[in-house]
């Protein structure tokens, strides 16, 4: 079996996998309790904040009060000497864990822990925004400046023709019906005419009416609406494939939007202004890491000739 390199955590890398412990650490503990007994620790004198230090690494008193008191409200009962002593020794034992399983390199080379060291990095960078507090000013200045972002969707009026493909069988035939159709509807062909000769009745036929985004998605589905919002007037799309088969659309006429009071979305306002500062200290943060940061990229990936 090939070696693994050891990998040394930086406080970087290590304080998000202790905070994702943390917020986890509690069921495992409950669970645990009666399977595992407690370990010997040695005491020494440390400072005030701190529960522990476990090779050179530092536990915060705090991170251990927090745990301590969340197994306590999992136990709705006091907790005794022994089991204090027992919440103690389980968070050396995970520390010791966590430090074993950077040095045998699993946040390079296991892929559940390298997506969880991932999520809770990006939760500690954005944490901050999560209650971010902004002035009323500031939200009415951000909702000015984009208005067309929460502007109520508008109305499409659309027609289709329907190629179905019940089974992967039927799928050549059908897009080859659909395919002709949009030919002969980009030549002025008569779109009943189109229809009669390529398409299949549906079983809820989309309304003649101005219909808004979420209403037309219920007769269309997610895939052939996004179709229908990237359409101008008047144009036919290609064949775009759902799980029922075939869609050829045309967008016949577009409603406008209308932008609501702010009152009205304030909340939504909020939420969005707090999402973008979020990722905006995300993109500052990962730029940061990249000017600071070795990178080689093969030629190939680069100029696109990589083989597909």
Sequence with gaps: ??????????????????????????????????????????????????????NGHTVQRDDYLRLLTAFANDKRTPLDDEQRRYVLDRLVDEEL??????????????????????????????????????????????FAENADFFAKSGRFRVRQIWARAATLADG???????????????????????????????????????????????????????????????????????????????LVELGSASVPAFESVSDQVLSEYRRRKADQALRDYLDGLRARAEIEIAADLIDGKAPQ
Excluded: C
Excluded at 13 to 29: C, D, E, F, K
Excluded at 108 to 121: G, I, S, Y
């Design 1 to 54: 079996m090939p070696s693994i390199e050891p990998v040394h955590a930086t406080p970087a890398t290590r304080r998000p996998l202790w905070l994702l412990a943390i917020g986890t650490a509690t069921g495992v503990l409950a669970a645990a309790a009666g399977l595992l007994p407690a370990s010997p620790l040695s005491s020494t004198t440390l400072a005030a904040d701190v529960a522990a230090v476990i």
């Design 97 to 142: 864990l966590v430090q074993r399983g950077l040095e045998l390199g699993l946040a390079q080379h296991d892929a559940r822990v390298r997506k969880d060291l991932t999520l809770a990095m990006v939760d500690s960078i954005v944490a901050e925004f999560r209650d971010l507090e902004v002035s009323d000013d500031e939200l009415r200045s951000h």
């Design 172 to 250: 050549n035939a059908a897009f080859e019906r659909a395919r002709a159709a949009a030919e002969r509807l980009r030549r002025g062909e008569a779109f009943a005419a189109v229809q009669r000769d390529f398409g299949d009745v549906e079983i809820s036929p989309v309304p003649d009416a101005l219909l808004p985004a979420a209403k037309l998605a219920d007769y269309l589905g997610p895939t052939a609406l996004r179709t229908v919002l990237e359409l101008e007037v008047g144009e036919i799309s290609e064949p775009v494939r759902s799980s029922t088969g075939y869609h050829v659309l045309q």
